[in-house]
């Protein structure tokens, strides 16, 4: 005996959206609409370290202009600050002390693993720093590389060595100070996020006191 079927007999499913959800059978399924925000990050793969100078928290940068803002987060520990640029460097972005208390780790004045997002500002690089050298300074006898760069300390211990993010492991590098004109040369043994980071042995022969930045400074490949 035939049985008929009729549209009654089966299961009706109703899809519809409304205000951005999913109705389904009864079940209400979240959906999301418009344009969620997403972060601006920049400069992957960049270390974060201290340019060692004072004043409310602040940032330089080689990479944006005056008064761009940058978050910068140590994905080691989560923690995260916002601050302005307000001069030039050779890193992505160098923090001042107070900025880099906000998210470093006990003892450390380097940070390998972070995530540097555009908050606000554009993306033209600055104008190097400028200024009297005060001293008289050889010429130089290499190849000068990553003009208006500035110099900084990793933090890290050892015989005097570098690390870079534009040359190999194993190149020679000249590092002049130009404001009192002392000299070193390194060789490269890792990665950054500049053009040269000095390790502690290194700054020290090239430094001024109390300074752990070298805004003025001539950098050369030697071969």
Do not use: H
């Not at 899809?15 to 400069?43: E, H």
């Not at 998210?103 to 190097?128: H, Q, S, W």
């Not at 500035?150 to 590098?173: D, I, R, Y």
Request: hydrophobic share 40%; proline share 6%; charged share 15%.
């Amino acid at each position: 005996m035939s049985r008929k079927r009729t549209m009654s007999s089966k299961k009706k499913i109703v899809l519809s959206v409304v205000a951005g959800a999913l109705v389904t059978g009864g079940f209400v399924v979240t959906m999301a609409t418009g344009n969620a925000a997403v972060p601006d990050v920049v400069c992957p793969g960049s270390t974060v370290t201290l340019s060692g100078e004072a004043g409310a928290p602040a940032a330089s940068s080689g990479t944006f202009p005056v008064g761009t803002k940058l978050k910068v987060t140590n994905l080691d520990n989560g923690q995260a600050t916002t601050v302005t640029v307000n001069g030039p460097s050779g890193s992505c972005v160098l923090l001042n002390n107070a900025a880099f208390d906000k998210v470093r780790e006990p003892g450390k004045n380097l940070i390998r693993r972070a995530r540097i997002e555009r908050v606000t500002g554009g993306g033209d690089a600055p104008a190097g720093a400028a200024g009297a050298a005060g001293v008289q300074v050889p010429p130089a006898t290499g190849e000068v590389v990553c003009p208006g760069s500035t110099v900084t300390l990793s933090g890290e211990a050892g015989a005097p060595a570098a690390s870079s993010g534009t040359f190999p492991v194993g190149t020679k590098l000249k590092v002049t100070n130009l404001d009192n004109g002392q000299a070193t040369t390194v060789t490269v043994n890792g990665p950054s996020g500049s053009c040269v980071l000095l390790n502690n042995a290194a700054f020290d022969k090239v430094r001024e006191p109390g300074k752990n930045l070298i805004r003025r400074a001539r950098i050369e490949r030697v071969r």
